[in-house]
């Protein structure tokens, strides 16, 4: 297919031709409207649009013009290969799979970390290299996790992150695998398939602009626009009004059972031996054992996931003069021992809904994504690998009970509380 638009000025008819020759060639592999990567020079890839989305990134932003090989948009991966690693075919001297052999792993278990299985090969690469010649304490992976820490904690710009990088980059001695730029730290870590979805929504709290309404600029319900209003009064085309970013429970429950100990943790419940009659675990409780009866096909697996939904309101400013309320959706999961079904790093972060004002009764409008995910895993998502068990499995969750305050509650289960 001809690339050759990626290089033209934005403005010309061969720009426009290619963007959409690039939009149908999307549509026709993936089979999607909804969910694209927008290959802008903003988005790099790391984010999933609609078309009408996209297209406008790839006239506001510009085309990502290092993306040469489409394999993000269903060009096939063997051609882009060859073109571009120039990598040999036998299979038996492939470059990873000294990986697979290591980890016990076969073809299947590079599915989740998206069309290139290099990138995992990569990960696992950069998990084991030191930071620098000599260097025992981190690797590149561990420093790279650290210092985006640092970023999200301190609210750094990417400017200022990549500005970082380069410094931490020439203090450190020669032959340091430091990135260099917030581009190159981006791609790996998206390669650890922490992605989030970015999804705009109705400042009334009407909708999100997803499914049927992915393409729409005003709000079908209260005709309010899409777009923020500048203070002259001037619609920021592209840029939106409000915003709920996602982040899917599904591909981090089966990270969990990659895990050979949180995979074993995950059935605790039903392994240990002392039940004394007290209640010294959520399996000890009626609603659990219910749950089984009700249920026996669901109960009789201990490895089926048991959840718990929590939600508040807080202020991320710190100040008491400001009125802003933002909204974290969390996941726990109960089949962990207790010791663990609380620590930060079990507490799923799903949705985390931006203010200013709280989305009250309507933050059900904000849960669809959630359901429709807990819902397919109600259903069963095959093709799990446990690692503890060293086979593979459909994955099943039911969410039991909601942890919030009275005035949440009454948001969650629309009951009357004042």
């Known amino acids: ?31 999607t409207t909804t969910h694209i990567r927008c290959p802008c020079v903003k988005c790099v890839n790391l984010k999933l649009f609609g078309v009408g989305i996209i297209r406008d990134h790839l006239y506001f ?5 290092s993306y040469k090989n489409w394999t993000f948009h269903g060009e096939p991966w063997e051609a882009a290969t060859n073109a571009s690693r120039n990598v040999e075919e036998d299979d038996d001297h492939s470059r990873y799979s000294f990986v697979s052999e290591e980890i016990e792993m076969d073809d299947n278990d590079f599915g989740d970390f998206g069309s290139d299985p290099y990138e995992f090969a990569n990960v696992i690469g950069d ?10 304490k981190y690797t590149k992976l561990s420093a790279l996790v650290k ?37 190159e730290a981006k791609k790996t870590l998206c390669a650890l398939g922490l992605s989030y979805e970015k999804m705009h ?21 209260c005709g309010i626009s899409r777009w923020k209003e500048g203070k002259d009064s001037i619609l920021k085309e592209g840029v939106p009004a409000k915003v709920v970013w996602y ?53 009789n697996e201990p490895i089926n996931l048991r959840l718990a939904l929590s939600s508040d309101g807080f202020n991320p400013h710190s100040s008491l003069s400001s009125r802003y309320s933002c909204w974290p959706v969390i996941l726990v999961t109960y089949n962990l021992p207790p010791w663990l079904c609380m ?11 931006s203010g200013p004002k709280q989305p009250g009764n309507d933050i059900d409008v904000y849960l669809e994504p959630l359901i429709d995910d807990l819902k397919s895993l109600w259903d069963g998502i095959g ?3 446990d690692a503890h068990n060293g086979e593979y499995f459909t994955l099943r969750a039911a969410l039991m009970w909601t942890i919030n305050d009275f005035p949440a509650y009454g948001n969650l289960s629309g009951c009357v509380v004042k």
């Open 1 to 31: 297919m001809d690339k050759s638009w990626m290089h033209s000025d934005r403005r010309s008819k061969a720009y426009e031709l290619g963007v959409e020759a690039f939009l149908n060639f999307s549509v026709e592999n993936l089979l």
């Open 61 to 65: 932003n510009g085309v990502d013009q």
């Open 127 to 136: 998990g084991d290299q030191p930071l620098y010649p000599g260097c025992r």
């Open 147 to 183: 210092l985006y820490n640092l970023k999200a904690k301190y609210g750094m710009t990417d400017v200022c992150f990549t500005e970082l990088l380069i410094l931490q980059g020439d203090l450190l001695p020669e032959g340091n695998t430091i990135p260099a730029s917030m581009y």
């Open 201 to 221: 929504a109705c400042p009334n709290d009407c909708i999100l602009y997803r499914k049927e309404y992915e393409d729409l600029t005003h709000c079908p319900n």
């Open 247 to 299: 982040f899917p429970p599904i591909p981090r429950f089966k990270r969990m059972f990659r895990s050979h100990e949180t995979a074993k943790s995950l059935t605790w419940h039903a392994a240990r031996k002392s039940i004394d009659g007290y209640m010294s675990h959520p399996a000890d409780s009626p609603s659990w054992k219910l749950l089984d009866d009700k249920w026996p096909e669901f109960g």
């Open 343 to 353: 620590k930060r790093k079990f507490m799923m972060l799903t949705l985390l809904i």
């Open 383 to 385: 093709g799990v690998y």
